[in-house]
């Protein structure tokens, strides 16, 4: 996610970001927090209980570990659970990079990655990722040149496609097209937006894309509930609609993501952005958010209803998310220039 606000942070706090990313150890010490687990007394400060159904995911002896820093805007994390890993985004640097669950590593995966954003994985374990300078939805097989799945919707280009998900039973594709990654060269590419802002569908067996709604102004990261029957997707419109609040709109899906009905605001947040989103198993929705500011960035928890349980309070603005691990129990973070992790007693919903 980027627009206006992240433009005036970026710019203001551009001299100190380019020596902030040198090196990991005077980054981390920059920012008080060092790689590794943070240095407490449990339970961990990070947890912030609004609702006591929240208590439920909450691990009491464990930390937030900062695995790494060294991004300028870490996105887009996935999880791929053959081989153990989470590849991400570092969007300005051009990279996607792997961070590896059994030794804790983060080495280049594709450097000169057409300022991706967004990554998923589809059924057969082939990475999807979203290409900002490209404005195009590519699927990376076992060898050879990227498949291209999208660039462009009746004759006219796309934005910039932000975030993407799979729908196990059809293999449909969805993702969303805000045209951050078009409003200039630092993540991507600096052009008119030819299309309106709105969420697609590519049919896996035609290769067709079909527009599912423009009914949100700025639509970003997405995510379905644990029975595929809703569609979560988070909405940054106050980065181009300064009246507007940020949100989280769900549809009902239908034909197994080929058709979205009955809009409705889910969730309603007056400080900071949601982006990147996750569903657990029980049906909650958990959103980085940043923006915010302190108390605010971090990741925010909804239940089913709506209704805000609790946060994780982060040190950094977090733009993403994604469950990890054999049993998907452990939050894995990507906040600002930091990758970050923690054990929760929830299950994410999804295998990537």
């Known amino acids: 996610m980027r627009g206006i606000d992240r433009r005036s942070f970026l710019t203001a706090g551009a001299a100190s970001a380019a020596v902030t990313v040198l090196t990991q150890s005077v980054s981390a010490r920059g920012q008080g927090f060092p790689v590794g687990p943070e240095p407490i007394r449990y339970p961990s400060g990070v947890w912030k209980v609004l609702d006591e159904r929240f208590r439920k995911y909450m691990v009491g002896n464990t930390p937030l570990v900062r695995e790494w820093t060294g991004a300028l805007w870490a996105e887009g994390p996935a999880w791929n659970g053959v081989g153990r890993y989470v590849v991400f985004s570092d969007i300005p640097n051009n990279r996607q990079l792997r961070w590896d669950e059994v030794t804790g590593s983060v080495t280049p995966l594709r450097v000169q990655s057409n300022f ?40 006219k280009r796309l934005n910039a496609p932000n975030d993407v998900i799979v729908h196990p039973a059809s293999g449909s594709i969805l993702f969303t097209d805000p045209g951050y990654g078009s409003q200039g060269y630092y993540e991507g590419n600096s052009r008119p937006l030819e299309l309106p802002t709105s969420v697609y569908h590519i049919d896996p067996q035609t290769g067709r894309l079909t527009k599912l709604t423009d009914e949100i102004k700025k639509p970003n990261g997405l995510c379905f509930s644990p029975d595929y029957r809703t569609l979560y997707v988070a909405d940054t419109a106050p980065t181009h609609f300064p ?18 009905t009955d809009r409705r605001e889910f969730a309603v947040q007056d400080v900071g952005f949601h982006d990147g989103i996750r569903a657990d198993v029980d049906g909650n929705v958990w959103c980085a958010t940043g923006f915010g500011g302190e108390g605010v960035d971090g ?24 469950f990890v691990g054999k049993h998907r129990n452990r939050l894995l973070m990507t906040s600002s220039q930091s990758v970050y992790t923690l054990y929760t007693a929830a299950e994410g919903a999804h295998i990537t």
């Open 243 to 260: 009246n507007e609040k940020a949100k989280v709109i769900a549809w009902a899906v239908q034909d197994n993501g080929r058709r979205l």
């Open 116 to 155: 991706s954003n967004g990554n998923t994985f589809d059924a057969q374990g082939r990475q999807i990722s979203c290409e900002h300078e490209t404005a195009r939805v590519v699927r990376y097989g076992y060898q050879g040149d990227p498949t291209i799945l999208a660039e462009t919707y009746d004759g």
């Open 299 to 322: 990741v925010h928890v909804y239940a089913p209803d709506g209704k805000k349980i609790g946060q994780i309070v982060m040190p950094e603005g977090t733009a993403n998310l994604c």
